[in-house]
């Protein structure tokens, strides 16, 4: 595969979340908020994010592998780990990198329901244009991109080019 065009610098991607950290603070002050982190993908998005919010936050994270081939998600999740900690009545914001088709977060919503949280929202990066999902209510958006597979700040490409301070376009896959 080739990095292709780059759709959105570091620049930009500071001053989004720089925003969307701004946001957070406004609506969770005064409220226990802990910040749950999708790995892999995630751990650039909440390393950023979380020192905009200024807030005495927790952060927790859980590790996903969802089934499927290297660009196409299956909706089908294996937890590879866990919460730490118990989030019954607390302030939960689930943070992602991507949403494509919606199946990890809707799997994820689901479970972490169940644990009885006092809220739980979404924030995410990047969120697919043009894809057919079902309706998902992400409180805090970054960027919608077109459908196409993007790599760097997070996203992979057969687990590689995660450390791109940009995000750009797969050129061609193969
Ligand atoms: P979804 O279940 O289809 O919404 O996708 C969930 C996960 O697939 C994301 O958290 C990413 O890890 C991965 N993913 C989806 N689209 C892309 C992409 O364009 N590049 C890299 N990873 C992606
Ligand atoms: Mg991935």
Request: net charge negative; no cysteine; hydrophobic share 45%.
């Amino acid at each position: 595969m080739k990095i292709g065009e780059v759709l959105i610098s570091a620049e930009e991607i500071d001053a989004k979340l720089a925003e969307m950290g701004a946001a957070i603070t406004e609506d969770y002050r005064g409220k226990d908020l802990i910040l749950i982190g999708i790995l892999k993908g995630a751990f650039v998005v909440m390393a950023d994010l979380a020192r905009h919010i200024d807030l005495p936050v927790e952060v927790d994270f859980m590790a996903i592998s969802s089934y499927g081939s290297a660009t196409k998600s299956s909706g089908v999740v294996r937890i590879l780990k866990d919460l730490d900690q118990e989030i019954e009545g607390r302030h939960v914001l689930i943070v992602e990198d991507i949403v494509d088709t919606g199946l990890t977060i809707q799997y994820l919503l689901k479970n972490l329901w169940v644990r009885k949280p006092a809220s739980l929202s979404l924030a995410a990066l990047l969120v697919k244009d043009g894809i057919d999902r079902p309706p998902l209510d992400v409180k805090y958006e970054g960027f919608r991109i077109p459908p196409k597979f993007v790599i760097g700040y997070g996203l992979d490409f057969n687990g590689k080019y995660r450390n791109l301070p940009y995000i750009a376009v797969v050129e061609d896959e193969e």
